[in-house]
């Protein structure tokens, strides 16, 4: 893909899933490539396979809710390449329970990965974006961050917090004249590890969630994922929608309003073990 030959690209969760699948596409691209997960077996073997296409790589441990490490991790990034243009805040959990069975802790696990990880990871590289004078910030939501769904508080709340707070980002860096562009994420179901590595409140069978999750909803494979969100970047597009599903149930959402929700609700309660 053209456009990302010779620039340095931060991605995070890269040891599985979309994150594994953007740095690779990125590495075929002649993008240079810091890859940080906390999976250190899954980082490696997307290490490897960077090597193996002879894309340049630096891999770090790095999990993005630890806000001062990610500050260090910015500048050592910095230091490493000499300047930093993308990063993509694509590391994400999932948890499924429903509001009154689910605990505080597991409502905050998931807004410190999803949405902190993001914010910390989004403050610690802007400084650097904007000297580099041609920087991205990709961020990963979900199309849970355009609707809600039962079962899914905690992680709608990130992602639409993840939504809130990146498109607020793109509008800042356009009235400041930043050379920074601005991207939201929202994949609909992708073949990924997501579910099987999720937690469930108490009750709830994770193992049963994870399979109905893979056979029904996870249509997109990480890799056309990718393809489709470097492009986006490459237009420089304000949303990037991923997947047949993400554009149909975007679609439902605007048309229907909040109607949506009495649709959903009756199709989630159909579709997935409750
Ligand atoms: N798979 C889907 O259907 C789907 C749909 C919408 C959005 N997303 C989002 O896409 C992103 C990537 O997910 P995926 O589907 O590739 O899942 P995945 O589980 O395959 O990969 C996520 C990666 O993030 C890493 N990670 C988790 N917590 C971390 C932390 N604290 N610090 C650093 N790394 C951490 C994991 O180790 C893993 O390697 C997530 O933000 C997810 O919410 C996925």
Redo the contacts with the bound molecule.
Sequence with gaps: MEGFAGKVAVV??????????LAIELGRSGAKLAI????TE??AATEERLKAIGAPVKADR?????REAFLLYADAVKEHYGTVNQIY??????FTGDVEISEFKDIERVM???YW??VNGTKAFLPHLIASGDGHVIN??????LFSVPGQAA?NS??FA?RGFTEALRQEMAIAKHPVKVTT??????????????TAAEGLDAKELAEA?DKK??N?T?QR?AVIILDGVRKNKARVL?GPD?KILDVIVRITGSGYQRLFSAVAAKAMPR
């Design positions: 995070t969760g890269a040891g599985s899933g979309i994150g594994q699948a940080c997960d906390v999976d899954g980082l790095l999990d993005v809710t630890e805040n694509n590391a994400g959990i999932a410190d990965v999803d990880g993001v990963v939501s979900s199309v849970f961050g992680y990130a992602k993840v994420v929202h994949p609909g179901g992708i073949k990924t590890a997501i579910a099987r590595n999720a999750f909803l996870a997109t990480p994922a991923v993400a």
